[in-house]
Antibody, heavy 117, light 112 residues
Framework: QIQLVQSGPEVKKPGESVKISCKAS????????MQWLKQAQGKSLKWMGW????????TYAADFTGRFVFSLETSASTAYLQITNLKNEDMATYFC??????????WGQGTLVTVSS | DVVMTQTPVSLSVSLGGQVSISCRSS???????????LSWYLQKPGQSPQLLIY???NRFSGISDRFSGSGSGTDFTLKISRVEPDDLGVYYC?????????FGGGTKLELK
């Protein structure tokens, strides 16, 4: 069955970096782009952007340029989200999702990033 | 960006009852290709969202026919009939017609 498994929770200090992984299984990794979404505690979902798993081309939403980087390890069917120079407002749960460009059919379980000095 | 407005913010229901959630978009969600990319998700406490409905009225794999979606243009509705305990959580509508994809603020379904 199709699964997206994300890495575990992270606790970081402001200014540090974090790298979250999302390992896909049950389908051909390169057949669909990987999307990333952010959900702050008690808030709705915000789309961050996506990476084309065939070409590696990235597209970032306006609020997620500069400190956010999507990358791939195609041989491991894994996508990554790296956030540098962490700020308090980056504290949230981050989800990967895949298998359709127009809706979000399959989701990872989420990775909670806590930013605290 | 397309603004998605859901009402109500919260809803109390008795088990076995029926509820409707409304979702309105600030622009038409009809894509150039004729499809309308409006989807519905349920997020249970402590879990990731799960897709219920895509393209307005298509139930995702394994989703009960107690869930139905309807609407067109800018106005959409999710109906849940014969509510069960496992239906409780926060419901989100989302649009994938225009970039960036956006979501409503959520509707929390609770037991009366």
């Amino acid at each position: 069955q199709i699964q997206l498994v994300q890495s575990g929770p992270e606790v970081k200090k402001p200014g540090e970096s974090v790298k979250i992984s999302c390992k896909a299984s049950g389908y051909t990794f390169t057949q669909a782009g990987m999307q990333w979404l952010k959900q702050a505690q008690g808030k709705s979902l915000k789309w961050m952007g996506w990476i084309n798993t065939n070409t590696g081309k990235t597209t970032y939403a306006a609020d997620f340029t500069g400190r956010f980087v999507f990358s791939l390890e195609t041989s491991a069917s894994t996508a990554y989200l790296q956030i540098t120079n962490l700020k308090n407002e980056d504290m949230a749960t981050y989800f990967c999702a895949s298998l359709s460009p127009h809706w979000f059919a399959y989701w990872g379980q989420g990775t909670l990033v806590t930013v605290s000095s | 960006d397309v603004v998605m407005t859901q009402t109500p913010v919260s809803l109390s229901v008795s088990l076995g009852g029926q509820v409707s959630i409304s979702c309105r978009s600030s622009q038409s969600l009809v894509h150039n290709n004729g499809n309308t990319y409006l989807s519905w998700y349920l997020q249970k406490p402590g879990q990731s969202p799960q897709l219920l409905i895509y393209k307005v009225s298509n139930r995702f794999s394994g989703i009960s026919d107690r869930f139905s979606g309807s609407g067109s243009g800018t106005d959409f509705t999710l109906k849940i009939s014969r509510v069960e305990p496992d239906d409780l959580g926060v419901y989100y509508c989302g649009q994938g017609t225009q970039y960036p994809p956006t979501f409503g603020g959520g509707t929390k379904l609770e037991l009366k």
